[in-house]
T-cell receptor, first 110, second 113 residues
């Protein structure tokens, strides 16, 4: 049973386009983390969102936590080839254990 | 600063053999996690330690898997006997405590023939 659904599973777009990745659950999380993983490496934390409705920006990346703290989105503006990677969301339960999404594989073509 | 260090980076062995994966967490981190990542199942938590004590091993797939953390700077994940379905990338991660973000090593790519 996948408690944290990520969509799309795979996305291939041209450089310069915008995109949004979604992370949805029926469970409430105390916080939600987004990681990016490149081939041959471990996931690297991008951001943690804690408050319902919170929006955080990291250069061209915008992260939003849903008001009910059950879902989150990652929006990339003017995607670049360097954004290519596997994007993972992970929700923290009340005991702080992480529930991981299956990931979105993103390819940005030059 | 040194990150989480895993060894070996790659391991290829025949089924039935014992496999030992090693991890050195970031100094000062008191939580350590072992994960397995496959295309089919994504990232799965196998076990995590807090202050060298195993807290939750419910993700360990079978008795063939065991993990130890004899001190704050070293942990092992052992598979004995190994099977082809154990082939995956195994990650170790550490954090300052369970509430803090996790820092991952670069993983061990394990292939069981």
């Amino acid at each position: 049973t996948q408690l944290l659904e990520q969509s799309p599973q795979f996305l291939s777009i041209q450089e310069g386009e915008n995109l949004t990745v979604y992370c949805n659950s029926s469970s409430v999380f105390s916080s939600l983390q987004w990681y990016r993983q490149e081939p041959g490496e471990g996931p690297v934390l991008l951001v943690t969102v804690v408050t319902g409705g919170e929006v955080k920006k990291l250069k061209r990346l915008t992260f939003q936590f849903g008001d009910a703290r059950k879902d989150s989105s990652l929006h990339i503006t003017a995607a670049q080839p360097g954004d290519t990677g596997l994007y993972l969301c992970a929700g923290a339960r009340s005991n702080y254990q992480l529930i991981w999404g299956a990931g979105t594989k993103l390819i940005i073509k030059p | 600063d040194a990150g989480v260090i895993q060894s070996p980076r790659h391991e290829v062995t025949e089924m039935g053999q014992e496999v030992t994966l090693r991890c050195k967490p970031i100094s000062g981190h008191n939580s350590l996690f072992w994960y397995r990542q496959t295309m089919m199942r994504g990232l799965e938590l196998l076990i995590y330690f807090n202050n060298n004590v195993p807290i939750d091993d419910s993700g360990m797939p079978e008795d063939r898997f065991s993990a130890k953390m004899p001190n704050a700077s070293f942990s092992t994940l052992k598979i004995q006997p190994s099977e082809p379905r154990d082939s995956a990338v195994y990650f170790c991660a550490s954090s300052q405590d369970i509430r803090q973000p996790q820092h991952f090593g670069d993983g061990t790519r394990l292939s069981i023939l």
